[in-house]
């Protein structure tokens, strides 16, 4: 590497190797959505998903590994802080994976002896084509939901989901704002989307009411 400018040397190291280092650094990819999993990082994210469950001991320990999993790749509004805000879960496939370790930490505690799941549903969770999402939002009425469509914006660019999920019937809310709360699934198809670009979720109910979750995919796993 040469330098643009004139080397100035600190303890016999010359600065521009600081600058270039930096340089280096700077070009490197943002994180984004594991599209792509070999099966050996498929195994580590089961084991990162499997660690803090082992640990756990109690129920509220056991909550509040859960409750931190979920916030991991939730976009929109912290249900902890804002119980009508509108959210989604990104079911990303190493979401799914920690799910997985979660659980075998469990199943493993409760037969006393160490559970695996096998290589072929490894396999079958990398090669999965489909994000689904969760959403979570409020309304007035019990089945405000009910027919609504969702899609990802990004930039100029408009997806649709490959399915939309039937909602569940509103939940009475105990926080403040709207009546009741509902959820339903919708799977996007990773090849239509950008991994790493910040999205915008649009979520147009029935009633013509419409809710927008802000999503910067470059910080999801």
Request: with cysteine; aromatic share 4%.
């Amino acid at each position: 590497m040469r330098c643009l400018t004139s080397v100035a040397r600190v303890g016999g190291v010359a600065t521009c190797a600081v600058v270039g280092l930096l340089t280096v650094v700077g070009l490197q990819p943002v994180l984004a959505i594991d599209v792509k999993l070999s099966v050996e990082e498929a195994k580590k994210a089961l084991e990162d998903g499997r660690a803090p469950m082992e640990k756990a001991n109690t129920p509220e320990d056991v909550k509040k590994v859960l409750q931190q999993a979920s916030m991991v790749t939730r976009v929109g509004a912290d249900p902890e802080k804002d119980s009508c805000g509108a959210s989604a879960i990104l079911r990303t496939k190493r979401y799914r994976l920690e799910a997985f370790g979660r659980q075998e930490a469990a199943e493993s505690k409760k037969r006393k002896t160490d559970v695996r799941m096998p290589d072929e549903f490894i396999k079958k969770v990398v090669d999965m084509p489909n994000m689904e999402i969760e959403v979570q939002l409020c309304g007035d009425d019990e089945y405000f939901a009910e027919g609504a469509l969702i899609e990802l914006q990004q930039g100029s660019k408009r997806i649709k989901p490959i399915d939309i999920g039937k909602s569940e019937r509103g939940r009475k809310n105990e926080g403040s704002g709207a009546t009741y709360r509902s959820r339903f699934t919708a799977l996007f198809a990773y090849e239509t989307f950008d991994p790493a670009a910040a999205s915008v979720f649009v979520v147009n109910l029935q009633d013509g009411k419409e809710a927008r979750i802000a999503a910067d995919l470059s910080k999801i796993k």
